[in-house]
């Protein structure tokens, strides 16, 4: 497994009105100066701390060319809907306008920690996810 930032936990969050992402505390160790933005195929926005995206790039299209998955169309998805920007000295980032409303983020959020990248939920959408988590697991984490 590729060396790099590993992000755990979530806070909740929001976009203030210039589309500007407060970095939690807890995360801006790990991120670095430069984000890479990434609309994924749940109901969530990836980043990517910017000096470990092209590896996370390079593991998502081998995992799409060993599951013989469309490489034209997996290598067009992630190029339009990818997007970076810098993190300033507060720890605030801009979140681009089109990936927030094609993601449908505003209001209340959380950014969740997932292993090489954060995600960025609506609060609700998140709650949903982790129920139905959850509920998949049980009968594996109940046994002893």
């Given amino acids: 497994m590729a060396e790099g930032p590993r992000f755990a ?8 009105p210039k589309g500007r992402l407060v970095i ?19 109901n969530c926005l990836y980043i990517y701390p910017a000096a470990t995206w092209e590896a996370a790039y390079a593991a998502l299209a081998q995992r799409a060319e060993e599951s013989e998955m469309d490489m034209q169309r997996l290598e ?41 990248k954060l995600e960025l939920w609506q609060k609700n959408d998140f709650k949903a996810y982790t129920g139905q988590l959850r509920g998949h697991l049980a009968p594996a984490v109940s046994k002893p």
């Fill in 9 to 16: 936990g979530y806070c909740p969050v929001k976009v203030d």
């Fill in 76 to 116: 067009q998805f992630m190029r339009f809907s990818e997007s970076d920007n810098d993190v300033d000295g507060g720890g605030r980032v801009l979140v681009p306008q089109n990936l927030r409303e094609d993601m449908g983020l505003t209001g209340d959020l959380i950014l969740a920690g997932s292993n090489n």
């Fill in 24 to 42: 939690p505390v807890k995360f801006r160790p790990q991120l670095g100066g430069k984000v890479i933005f990434q609309a994924a195929n749940v």
